[in-house]
């Protein structure tokens, strides 16, 4: 099949880069700045792996217009286009594919991006975009790179359109559910950097190393409150008997610890780093787990059962499960090899349980994908016998439950290829937070033992507290330079607010840490947020200066908080009256003026406040901490692009950046 994909020509409100790709904020950049789009060019190489014709095209990083594009799409002639849109863009997006499809009829379009997977269907953002436009397909999720390949093949061979993709029927939009990728990220295909063009995106001051790489060892961030999982081979009880929880599937009817079956409404697999519990009983296959996984059992000394953390039981301690009751033909063997059912199984009255005294109980590393299951009613089910509880989870494009990682073996092998045949000097990895635990120690194991250390710089996201000081040397010796970390907001209740899981306490101990390590710290921070006064966003701006004159960080940039349709946030917005304009109003989410009403600034003045933050760069002290650690001429024309994007920023949060700003209202 002949297939283009990238980003098509997008003439923005505002002069200047538009920047779509890379899972960041939409932005206009006076500056022009490109970041390379990790997933979809996952995708376009998986494809052209597959046998099709692929041709990369992003008209924003090549700087094609519309006449160019046009003529491309003739020459070519593609049998279907796939790009991605973000919310501020998704009105040009609707005039471009009328436009396309009003020019070349026969092309089939597809769209994805976070706009078009929201979680909450009653906002209509799906249905809204193919209503507006005559798109063939929209992808309802994350991990696209994996569900266009399906597409396609579906389309090759005739086949039902794969669940998740969303498409029409005789002008009638077909509503197919969500993408649900239960794959490994292992089984993509190192991105082939030279089809995808990744000197087109070589724009970041941040990074020193050119030429440079995005890479993305995770989708989104493993950080989350509901790390409930078990080992992928844990046997669950179900109606139709034993299965091992990796292959269990929605609606399946799942044992519960009352007795009950009831189905399973949310299948979670995510990627995890870190400590299993592992218990044995003697009687039973041993439990694996995350630490806070929740068991039923009886403390030593008590009578009655309760749901307890794994890592809170001792040896002693009892699991329970339902009485399984042995009559003619209904029984259950127990052995220390797992399950094997026999008949149907009767259970006594939930009042009853089995125990099994915990024997052994200790810790091991692990990395790899972990599971648990939503079962509907009584929120538990029946895992190796024991009886275990569940919880829900929420969030967009990538929703908190659906983080995936690649190996550590996996990404060295696309750090060799980098280095090795493209030169590349330095690589970003932009997955929501670098994998910490088991996977990080491996992977600074395999970059010194590898000697890849001393031939590329590593730079990547991190979370506050993740890690240790002597895991920040360990990084630095494994080849790692900047840390980029999150801080968005100086008041600890709006971090709770957030769900961001920091502690104010630990930013400027983390900050210290990695700077004793000798990595560099890169803050970001947010401003504009509704529930924030001026005297809340004076304690950000405060507490970012402060970790910049003492030297605990080096860089930070500073956005204003833009709700996204389909967020958790935005929901709130609405239902509080918190928006300065029509939450409709799509092309004014784009970071050029504020989205929410504040307590007590006006638009004017929360984007002042933005661009005071930058004005941290050109405090004396600063100016002459930062010479002093100029030694090189690479640190020369480092300083000079990041005097060049702190101008550009300035200009981006300065008096010119939107007319429409208003001095009201003030709620």
């Given at each position: 099949m002949r297939i283009f994909i990238g980003y098509p020509p997008t003439v923005t409100r505002f002069k200047g880069t538009p920047l779509l790709s890379q899972n960041r904020q939409y932005q206009v950049f006076h500056v022009h700045t490109t970041l390379f789009p990790v997933v979809l060019a996952t995708g376009a190489t998986m494809l052209r792996d597959k046998g099709h014709d692929v041709t990369w095209v992003d008209c924003i990083a090549e700087k094609i217009n519309t006449e160019e594009f046009d003529k491309l799409v003739e020459e070519k002639k593609p049998e279907i286009l796939f790009f991605e849109t973000k919310a501020p863009v998704v009105k040009i997006h609707w005039d471009t594919i009328n436009r396309l499809k009003e020019k070349?009829?026969?092309?089939?379009i597809c769209v994805m991006g976070d706009h078009l997977s929201a979680l909450d269907l009653s906002l209509n953002?799906?249905?809204?975009f193919m209503e507006k436009c005559k798109v063939d397909f929209i992808i309802n999720g994350g991990y696209f790179d994996f569900a266009i390949c399906e597409l396609v093949e579906a389309l090759g061979k005739g086949k039902k359109i794969p669940q998740g993709i969303w498409y029409k029927e005789n002008e009638k939009i077909i509503e197919n559910g969500r993408y649900d990728f239960k794959g490994s990220l292992d089984d993509a295909p190192i991105i082939d950097r030279v089809f995808t063009k990744n000197h087109l995106y070589q724009h970041e001051f941040n990074l020193i190393g050119r030429p440079l790489a995005y890479i993305m060892a995770g989708r989104d961030c493993w950080y989350g409150k509901c790390t409930f999982c078990f080992h992928p081979k844990t046997n669950i009880i179900t109606k139709e008997g034993v299965k091992q929880i990796k292959d269990i599937k929605l609606g399946e009817e799942i044992l519960t610890h009352n007795g009950n079956y009831n189905k399973a409404n949310f299948i979670f697999q995510r990627y995890y780093s870190g400590d299993l519990i592992v218990i044995r009983t003697g009687e039973l296959k041993e439990i694996k787990c995350t630490t806070n996984h929740k068991?039923?059992?009886?403390?030593?000394?008590?009578?009655?059962?309760?749901?307890?953390?794994?890592d809170k039981l001792k040896e002693g301690d009892f699991l329970t499960s339902p009485i399984f009751k042995e009559e003619t033909n209904n029984q259950i063997q127990i052995s220390s090899n797992g399950l094997i059912f026999q008949k149907e199984l009767i259970l006594h009255k939930k009042e009853?349980?089995?125990?099994?005294?915990?024997?052994?109980?200790?810790?091991?590393?692990?990395?790899?994908?972990?599971?648990?299951?939503?079962?509907?009613?009584?929120?538990?089910?029946?895992?190796?016998?024991?009886?275990?509880?569940?919880?829900v989870w929420d969030t967009n494009l990538y929703p908190r439950g659906q983080f995936r990682?690649?190996?550590p073996e996996n990404v060295m092998k696309e750090v060799k290829y980098l280095v090795d045949e493209l030169g590349v000097k330095e690589i970003f990895d932009d997955a929501g937070t670098i994998i910490v635990g088991p996977w990080l120690k491996k992977f600074c194991n395999l970059?010194?033992?590898s000697g890849y250390n001393k031939k590329v710089i590593y730079s990547g996201n991190m979370r506050f507290g993740a890690v240790n000081l002597e895991e920040y040397k360990l990084m630095k010796r494994a080849g790692f330079r900047l840390l980029k970390f999150g801080l968005e907001s100086g008041c600890q209740?709006?971090?709770?607010?957030?769900?961001?899981?920091?502690?104010?306490?630990?930013?400027?101990?983390?900050?210290?840490?990695?700077?004793?390590?000798?990595l560099v710290v890169h803050l970001t921070l947010m401003l504009g947020y509704s529930f924030e006064s001026k005297k809340d966003a004076l304690k950000t701006y405060k507490l970012a200066k402060r970790l910049m004159l003492k030297g605990y960080a080096d860089v930070l940039q500073s956005t204003v908080i833009i709700p996204y349709p389909g967020t958790p946030l935005y929901k709130e917005g609405m239902e509080k009256n918190w928006f300065l304009f029509n939450p409709r109003e799509y092309e004014r989410f784009d970071m050029r003026e504020p989205v929410f009403k504040t307590p007590d600034m006006t638009p004017k003045q929360v984007m002042k406040m933005c661009n005071k933050v930058y004005h941290i760069f050109i405090d004396p002290r600063y100016v002459l901490r930062h010479l002093r650690k100029i030694k090189t001429i690479e640190d020369i024309k480092y300083t000079a692009r990041g005097i060049k994007a702190v101008v550009g920023h300035l200009m981006d949060f300065g008096k010119s950046a939107s007319p429409r700003l208003e001095e009201s209202p003030i709620r």
């Open positions: 070349f009829p026969d092309l089939k953002l799906q249905k809204e068991l039923l059992a009886i403390k030593k000394g008590e009578k009655e059962p309760r749901f307890i953390e794994a009853d349980y089995s125990t099994f005294e915990i024997k052994e109980i200790k810790k091991e590393e692990y990395y790899g994908d972990v599971y648990n299951l939503s079962v509907e009613n009584d929120h538990t089910y029946t895992a190796n016998l024991v009886s275990v509880s569940n919880c990682g690649r190996s970059m010194i033992e209740s709006t971090i709770e607010k957030l769900d961001k899981g920091t502690k104010i306490a630990e930013v400027e101990k983390s900050c210290k840490e990695a700077k004793e390590a000798q």
